[in-house]
């Protein structure tokens, strides 16, 4: 589940649940699946209150809980409901003080933390979750993936193969830098995914500046397989390029069946 509050400033009346409260109500409802947000924006909920939110969604869904971050971005949401967006380093800043609270928090129950952005005097989460919620870190730039290598067990962004075999590069310097082994962190990564022709693709996407993989089922799984051979673990499919209703149903299916399966871990 993405977390916004409202559209982008080109279509700001799209109708959105919040996050977390979907997150719970999947919880109940899908056993079977694992479940996530990505991305939480950081800046629009401390810290602490993020890694009880997620403590609590884990005693609903025992080990199916993805708790994934980043700084927080859209500016005309934070404009329009007077939350703070500060410059960039500031929030990566902010965002590396929530890391080490949330991973306190969520391991351990208790957290005393004295940084510059959040302070928290021997502050509890209980009940604490029964297993590790892994922490997904959606960033993409060179410094801030030093962040990914010091925290996270998921790293993900939007990308073709060739960005993320170029920002993998700076990822396992960073890791080889602090004496992690880099392959504890999984890749995700997403881009739009289009069954048809280049040239037919509905304009809205080809302007949007996201990455876009297109084609029939053959040359999907050429797409495919390229992340693959860069180290991608996970592909994940923005449903919002594949129409509605009943047709977004029949080509996610075609996607996971007649696509992805080869890739497929069991």
């Known amino acids: 589940m993405a977390d916004h509050l409202m559209g982008t400033r080109e279509r700001t009346e799209v109708p959105l649940v919040e996050c977390l409260t979907a997150l719970s109500a999947i919880a109940v409802n899908i056993s079977r699946l694992r479940i996530g947000s990505l991305v939480v924006s950081n800046t629009f909920r401390h810290p602490a209150l993020l890694a009880k939110c997620f403590a609590s969604i884990e005693t609903i869904a025992p080990s199916r809980v993805v708790l994934g971050l980043g700084t927080g971005w859209q500016e005309n949401e934070h404009h329009a409901l007077g939350i703070g967006l500060p ?41 604490k979750p029964s297993s590790r919620v892994p922490l997904l870190l959606g960033l993409k730039g060179d410094y801030s993936l030093r962040l990914v290598a010091r925290f996270a067990d998921a790293w993900n962004l939007w990308a073709t193969p060739e960005i993320l075999s170029r920002r993998d590069e700076i990822l396992c310097k960073y890791c080889e830098n602090d004496g992690r082994d880099n392959r504890e962190i999984s890749r995700t990564a997403q881009a739009l995914v289009v069954f048809d022709e280049p040239e037919s693709v509905d304009p809205r996407w080809a302007a949007s500046g996201l990455p876009l993989i297109t084609g029939g089922n053959a040359e999907l799984q050429d797409h495919l397989g390229a992340f693959a051979e860069v180290g991608l673990d996970e592909f994940i499919v923005p449903d919002f390029s594949l129409g509605s209703g009943a047709q977004k149903l029949e080509l996610l299916d075609r996607f996971f069946e007649d696509v992805a399966r080869p890739f497929q871990r069991d």
């Open 87 to 127: 410059d960039a380093p500031t929030r990566l800043e902010m965002l590396e003080e929530a890391c080490q609270v949330i991973r306190d928090l969520l391991d351990r129950g208790r957290s005393s933390f004295s940084g510059k952005h959040y302070r928290l005097n021997e502050a509890v989460t209980l009940p």
